[in-house]
């Protein structure tokens, strides 16, 4: 990518509308040139390693297990339990030819995660968070194209063959977690990627989500497998305790997926079923949690919120009658959990690949600035949109459930091989703030929004880690934009932080 050129398309866009200036989110997909500012290395005190537990917190994996195509027929024929050793196996000489004519055929422009890449990831993991008490994966297990890729390579095969294929992709990923961290709970979320029958589409109370559902299940204490088994059959989301020693708090996991504004049934079509009993089951367990005055960490994929990127294709004007493109199909999860402010201790989300930080306000409370909600966005092990692979590891308080601080880890280099990977920023130090919470998170964003040239240590902070291993030009160049998605969840409050004039 040719930054100069970009940046001076962009900024002459930018002067016939505002709508251009969202096309930060793609400038950090095109994020490919190094991080110019240090990082910092050191390790954490020991004070707080004594006074926290750790999680690991993973997201957007995007497993592919096309990437040497000549051992796909073999992967189809062969239990889960016996694709490690055929992944691990030589690859053929002509795989990357191969497999690059397939990315091109399926419209898939770069890659996501190959096996190297996946090995790599887990010993990392095992390195880097080897005293996690449990482990979030926020979603998109697997490929993008999926479909495509597997019709391309097995033509002959039957919609049967397809599913199958799927559910073994889905349970050797899953299988390789579990085996990465032996007795520790894996909380896995699915994403819209997760399907078997295509992208952003899949039904509630399928076979798929009952099948899948015991593969999730594994990853939790037997206690909990029979009831979130149940649960997630039926909309693909759960209700389990946080593991000791962390104190009276659940975790709740969604499958957003079916409030997305993408969403549809496996046959095509439109139905808020769906979503109506996810958002109907949310609410009760958040009711719940307030009569047991429990502490709540809700994991998901897709975050409430605008969706810069399709804001960014209508080129309109924001300003005038345009409306901002929306990741879901309305803001009912984002302000039930608002609502709910003074029980939901954290929200986790992905989606974007970024490492991203959000915060989700009740404006309509007459203490909104205290009854929000700290958003975490994790970003990807796939490198597909320019980034490197990351993950993060947190640090918690066990007493509260409080996200206290995190690192994010981020290898050398995209394909895993020989690759190292190092510490890219952590919190506490990068913001100077001693906990990730609403309140600390207010404090950030009104910062941000004060400082629209981005010259703040902070703002800085920001822009250098939102695309893991790479710097993004274009999120630096349309900074004050980009803040306004930070704490405007809905499209009229959004609308309100880039056009104040107008409102």
Not at 390 to 418: C, E, K
Request: hydrophobic share 40%.
């Amino acid at each position: 990518m040719n930054w100069p050129l970009a940046a001076c398309r962009l900024r002459t866009a930018a002067r016939h509308s505002i709508t251009p200036l969202i096309l930060l989110v793609v400038g950090a997909a095109f994020a490919q040139s190094p991080h110019t500012g240090a990082k910092n290395q050191s390790p954490r005190t020991t004070q707080l390693a004594e006074a926290t537990v750790d999680a690991l917190l993973v997201s957007d994996i995007h497993f592919e297990p096309f990437f040497d195509p000549a051992k796909v027929a073999q992967l189809a024929a062969a239990p889960s339990t016996e694709w490690k050793a055929i992944l691990a196996a030589p690859a053929s000489p002509d795989h990357q030819q191969r497999f690059q004519a397939l990315q091109q055929s399926c419209h898939v422009g770069t890659e996501d995660t190959s096996f190297p890449l996946f090995d790599s990831s887990l010993k990392a993991m095992r390195s880097h968070a080897a005293n996690a008490k449990f482990v979030t994966v926020s979603g998109d297990l697997l490929t993008h194209g999926f479909d495509c890729k597997y019709n391309a390579l097995l033509p002959k095969s039957t919609p049967a063959d397809y599913r199958s294929f799927v559910r073994k992709t889905l349970a050797y990923v899953m299988d390789e977690l579990y085996g990465a961290f032996p007795g520790v709970p894996v909380y896995i979320a699915l994403g819209n990627n997760d399907s078997d029958c295509g992208d952003y589409r899949l039904d509630p109370q399928s076979e798929f989500l009952r099948v899948t559902g015991t593969e999730v299940a594994k990853g939790l204490p037997a206690a909990e497998r029979h009831a979130a088994g149940e649960s997630f059959a039926a909309g693909g989301y759960y209700s389990v305790p946080l593991p000791a020693p962390i104190q009276n708090a659940r975790l709740l996991v969604l499958d957003d997926l079916f409030m997305s504004k993408n969403y549809a049934t496996c046959a095509g079509k439109a139905d808020p079923a769906g979503a109506d009993a996810q958002i109907a089951w949310l609410t009760h367990e958040l009711a719940e949690a307030h009569a047991s005055k429990q502490k709540i960490w809700v994991v998901g994929h897709i975050p409430p919120g605008v969706d810069l990127y399709s804001t960014m294709k209508k080129m309109g004007d924001l300003c005038g009658d345009q409306k901002p493109g929306m990741f879901l199909s309305s803001e009912k999860m984002a302000d039930v959990l608002a609502n709910s402010g003074d029980v939901v201790e954290l929200a986790i989300f992905a989606h974007t690949h970024m490492d991203e930080m959000r915060l989700l306000k009740d404006d309509g409370h007459p203490a909104a600035s205290t009854n929000s909600v700290a958003v975490k966005m994790v970003s990807s092990i796939s490198p597909n949109h320019g980034n490197n692979p990351s993950f993060t590891v947190a640090q918690i308080d066990p007493a509260s459930a409080a996200l206290v601080d995190y690192r994010v880890f981020t290898a050398s280099n995209q394909t895993g091989v020989d690759a190292k990977w190092t510490e890219e920023y952590d919190f506490a130090r990068s913001y100077h703030e001693t906990v990730f919470s609403s309140a600390s998170l207010s404090r950030l964003i009104t910062s941000f929004a004060a400082d629209p040239s981005a010259k703040n240590k902070a703002s800085q902070s920001y822009i250098s880690d939102f695309s893991a291993g790479s710097s993004s030009l274009v999120l630096q160049m349309f900074w004050p934009q980009y803040v306004c998605t930070l704490s405007n969840h809905t499209a009229e409050a959004f609308k309100k932080c880039v056009c104040p004039a107008t409102h």
